[in-house]
T-cell receptor, first 112, second 115 residues
Framework: DGGITQSPKYLFRKEGQNVTLSCEQNLNHDAMYWYRQDPGQGLRLIYYSQIVNDFQKGDIAEGYSVSREKKESFPLTVTSAQKNPTAFYLC???????????FGPGTRLTVL | AQSVAQPEDQVNVAEGNPLTVKCTYSVSGNPYLFWYVQYPNRGLQFLLKYITGDNLVKGSYGFEAEFNKSQTSFHLKKPSALVSDSALYFCAVRDMSGGGFKTIFGAGTRLFVKA
């Protein structure tokens, strides 16, 4: 899983609560990503950040928010506005020199 | 628009037999193509990539992929499958518009290798 850590591994949330998923990388990569994985649907891009203090919405950004205050960190907040948040969430970064994307181990979020 | 298709949800193969996992793509311009593998409850691991050069790309764990421009395909292959190869495989293409910061993934193909 490269030099990307995600925490927690499992997260349970009650409906109406906001939760924040942590993503940290020590690979010195500028670009970082959040994906959502649902069975049979592959990976869908939530948000990405090309550089510190900058981020863009991906294909399914509604109900999510991010920040990029440090190069190493790209936390994702799942808000109560996300109607179906139960999924496996993957953080990633890209080595622009080799065009290789590295992934964290993922966080499985379950809404009770 | 860039897209990736993996036509098989599942591939079954006997250990020791060759395996192929299919991928076709649609891009504007030259494609940047990738294969990743995912084991249960884990992140994706990079296997190999094609950007330019030889159409046959060799990657990790004995996997290789063949880029075919006329058929817009990038099939993943291995001469002799192992039970430990059983996993979920994703084909992906880098969207080079807007600086190439986005990657588009196929839906994934689950490979089962039977002993």
């Amino acid at each position: 899983d490269g030099g990307i850590t995600q925490s927690p591994k499992y997260l349970f949330r009650k409906e109406g609560q906001n939760v924040t998923l942590s993503c940290e990388q020590n690979l010195n990569h500028d670009a970082m990503y959040w994906y959502r994985q649902d069975p049979g649907q592959g990976l869908r891009l939530i948000y990405y950040s090309q550089i510190v203090n900058d981020f863009q919405k991906g294909d399914i950004a509604e109900g999510y928010s991010v920040s990029r205050e440090k190069k190493e960190s790209f936390p994702l907040t799942v808000t109560s506005a996300q109607k179906n948040p139960t999924a496996f969430y993957l953080c990633a970064s890209i080595d622009r020199g080799t065009d290789t994307q590295y992934f964290g181990p993922g966080t499985r979020l379950t809404v009770l | 628009a860039q897209s990736v298709a993996q036509p098989e949800d599942q591939v079954n193969v006997a250990e020791g037999n060759p395996l192929t996992v299919k991928c076709t793509y649609s891009v504007s311009g030259n494609p940047y193509l990738f294969w990743y593998v995912q084991y249960p409850n884990r992140g994706l691991q990079f296997l190999l990539k094609y950007i330019t050069g030889d159409n046959l790309v060799k990657g990790s764990y004995g996997f290789e992929a063949e880029f075919n421009k006329s058929q817009t395909s990038f099939h993943l292959k291995k001469p002799s499958a192992l039970v430990s190869d059983s996993a979920l495989y994703f084909c992906a293409v880098r969207d080079m518009s807007g600086g190439g910061f986005k990657t588009i993934f196929g839906a994934g193909t689950r490979l089962f290798v039977k002993a």
